[in-house]
């Protein structure tokens, strides 16, 4: 009773695809921006972006 019913998903466990491709090497990516009223640097008093 208890068997026929626990989880339908245990069957399908030893099947596994083939894979369709192998990741060999990535590299990360960020952005960062700053929003900020004064556009000069507090440590050494140079303007951030110069326009």
Request: charge should be negative.
């Amino acid at each position: 009773m208890g068997d026929e019913n626990e989880n339908s998903c245990d069957k399908f466990d030893d099947v596994k695809p083939d894979k369709m491709f192998t990741l060999k090497k990535w590299n990360a990516v960020a952005m960062w921006s700053w929003d900020v009223e004064c556009d000069t640097c507090a440590i050494c008093r140079v303007q951030v972006m110069g326009e």
